[in-house]
């Protein structure tokens, strides 16, 4: 029984209904001109900028599902999922344009909801809402968020740019994310039947949040500039460790050494790693979903890079014949593949 | 009975298919820096010039329905819908880029004939295709389609700037796309239950291309150009000709005259109205889908405009207090709503 307000979105129509779901939501930054009102946002980067644009579809069923995905916290996680890619480059995100297609089975407080927590990520990360759709769909809830950032041109880093030697560094750890979702689909399977359910998420609030609510790695971005380090690749972790490093190496024709040992993986994931009788490397190398940025610096700059204080360097690039291996404690190599890892060499 | 080769999405994987249908798409003007292939696409724009980026959203069954939708068809659209939201700002779009929410029902081969649809319309309008997002679906086809273009700020044209005695203009004419559709809605409905449909289109090719495969009207801001006139407003029709100007006349503050003998309507347009019991002035006023160019110039660009060729003046702005009205030849006064139009006064 839901005791809220409900509002049909028909009650509003579509532009009614952008115009409440974006009122309130100013553009704080010099470069946007023009945000949402118009057929297009116009934005005027500081001169001899360049431009960096990224979309990313979520769509549910697939990308999320809302019978534990709180709409705040979807809003929230999708202004990361978009903003990690402008980080990524080595930028920041600084505007944001959100697709909605929305089912009739959707309330406008529902889509209040989803838009407060992209409001509160934008704010929080000094991204201005620019623009976007909204349209009617006759099946799930479908977000697509364009993201849009500006950096000179010589401080934007790709994924092709790794060297012999340079060591891989990643921030934060990984394969949380992906325990979160599983212990989501736990409690979901758990109290399919119960009227009343009561998921049992103690000691594992940590999991959960990296998950629904994955914080941008601006500080990242920051540091490294704070730092003087322009790495020489970078990608953000979306597919997990295995997938997004060979993304690397295949852009930048190398192969890599990754070692077992030196991967973060925090406490929590080990624990219900242990509980639900799963691997925790198998998580970190494939889980994804981390939004933690993977990057790649020239050997001399490890002291610079031990400095940041918030980063791990876990292996080093080598030349692309020899393949790209995760090294465990007792010296075996494991080949790394996108899907998983199998065979020992 | 399918008698082409299908090969099924899962055989390729995300990646294998993302360079499977991007390449050959190979970017050509300058301000692309870096497109597909990494976190971020990279767009320089010439010094000083605002960057335009706008963002739409179309769903299986809201949108299009792909009994009748040729998929290449659907793919030329889409830039078309999109590269339209640039033109109306009095800029061109030069970069493109795709997200794809893809059933496990189409095959490889089916998204092929998508993305050479999308390619074509690229390349026919010197856009480039720099990157995307392709992820599974549960439900239906969804693309969402961002457009970016750049243009010196003092061309940049908004909704807003219209002003009183402002002559009202359009390019093209209005209510085909809307026929075509009723037309693609009629056979569909009389051929349900027929083995081998065969559908009858005599005599009105021109509507169904102006429903399936619209174009952009890139050549209209190339004559605004020419002709040094820079609009007051500007806005594309997509809503319908009443929606779209109660836009232009929200935002500029001001009230409208349009004169309904002047409102440009296709012989075809005519003929398949009066075939079905429809009113073809309905169909030009909230058809929508057109995807003409609705703008307002200064009264003294009156032969500058005429001397375009290609652009009709169907009235004239007018103070906000007198609200929006279209006159009809006997001289009645009927208010413009943004659905329909009723009551006379």
């Known amino acids: 029984m839901e005791k809220k307000r409900r509002t049909e979105i028909a009650e509003l129509g579509e532009f009614g209904l952008i115009d409440l779901l974006t009122s309130g939501v100013e553009p704080t930054n010099d470069s946007t001109l023009r945000a949402v009102g118009d057929d297009a946002a116009v934005m005027l980067p500081p001169a001899g900028e360049a431009v960096l644009c990224s979309t990313d579809l979520l769509t549910e069923g697939v990308d999320f599902d809302l019978t534990y995905f709180p709409l705040k916290h979807l809003g929230y996680k999708a202004v990361?999922?978009?903003?990690?890619?402008?980080?990524?480059?080595?930028?920041?995100?600084?505007?944001?344009?959100?697709?909605?297609?929305?089912?009739?089975?959707?309330?406008?407080?529902?889509?209040?909801?989803?838009?407060?927590?992209?409001?509160?990520?934008?704010?929080?990360?000094?991204?201005?809402?620019?623009?976007?759709?909204t349209k009617a769909s006759v099946t799930g809830l479908t977000l697509n968020l364009t993201a849009i950032g500006h950096a000179p041109k010589e401080r934007i880093v790709s994924r092709g740019g790794a060297q012999q030697n340079d060591l891989i560094c990643i921030s934060g750890n990984l394969g949380a994310a992906y325990m979160g979702l599983r212990l989501l689909e736990r409690e979901k399977r758990v109290l399919a039947d119960v009227e009343n359910p009561e998921p049992k998420f103690g000691g594992y609030e940590y999991l959960l949040e990296k998950y629904l609510k994955p914080r941008l790695r601006r500080d990242i971005v920051d540091a490294l500039a704070e730092e003087g380090i322009v790495p020489t690749s970078m990608i953000d972790l979306s597919d997990g460790l295995a997938s997004d490093l060979l993304q690397i190496c295949k852009a930048s024709k190398c192969g890599a050494r990754i070692y077992l040992d030196r991967i973060p993986i925090a406490k929590q994931t080990y624990a219900l790693a242990e509980e639900l009788h799963a691997d925790p490397v198998v998580a970190a190398l494939n889980g994804g979903e981390d939004h933690e940025l993977l990057f790649t610096v020239p050997l001399a700059m490890q002291e610079q890079v031990m400095k940041m204080g918030c980063v791990d360097v876990i292996g080093h690039i080598t030349p692309e014949s020899t393949g790209a291996y995760l090294v465990t404690p007792d010296g075996s190599d494991i080949r790394l593949r996108a899907q998983g890892f199998a065979e020992k060499e």
């Open 80 to 133: 990361t999922v978009a903003g990690s890619d402008i980080l990524a480059m080595n930028a920041r995100p600084s505007q944001l344009m959100v697709s909605l297609g929305v089912s009739a089975k959707m309330s406008v407080e529902a889509l209040q909801e989803l838009y407060e927590g992209i409001a509160f990520a934008c704010r929080e990360q000094g991204i201005d809402l620019v623009g976007g759709d």
